[in-house]
């Protein structure tokens, strides 16, 4: 890992590196206060001393075999995503997926109609179990 993290620091940068460069000015710039990046495992080292060089506060937690998630941001979202985001993402209850959706910023009225659907969707799949 670190030799891909030196590698990167010369003149090409992988794509999944130039997203976390736009996250973190994003981040900066106000627009959002907790970002959530996904990434391949070999950018770990790359992506975590990014942060630390910018003092921004991070959580990385696995995301599969070969990838891990990455959040960063206000210290008041990461508290929250280190009590409920526990699990994989896809094994969180409709009620902590909507409160992951708000903190990452995106559209409320979608993350009202997704969990709208995950709810229903468990509550038959409670009926048929």
């Known amino acids: 890992m670190q030799q891909m993290a030196e590698m990167m ?3 090409v940068l992988p794509p999944e ?3 976390l460069m736009n996250h973190i000015y994003e981040y900066k710039k106000g627009v959002r206060s ?7 495992r070999r950018l770990e080292t790359f992506a975590t001393q990014r942060l630390r060089r910018q003092s921004i ?4 937690q696995p995301a599969g075999k070969d990838s891990i998630n990455v959040y960063f941001g206000r210290r ?3 508290d929250a995503i280190r009590l409920f985001v526990t699990r994989p993402l896809n094994e ?3 009620e902590e997926d909507f ?5 990452l910023g995106y559209d409320i009225c979608a993350q009202c109609e997704r969990y709208c659907e995950r ?3 468990a509550s038959i799949s409670q009926l048929a179990g």
């Open 99 to 103: 409160i992951l959706g708000a903190l």
């Open 34 to 40: 907790m970002i959530l990046f996904t990434c391949n």
């Open 9 to 11: 620091i010369g003149q």
């Open 57 to 60: 506060d991070y959580v990385v």
């Open 76 to 78: 008041e979202c990461l």
């Open 17 to 19: 590196a130039k997203v």
């Open 92 to 94: 969180l209850t409709p």
């Open 119 to 121: 709810k229903t969707a």
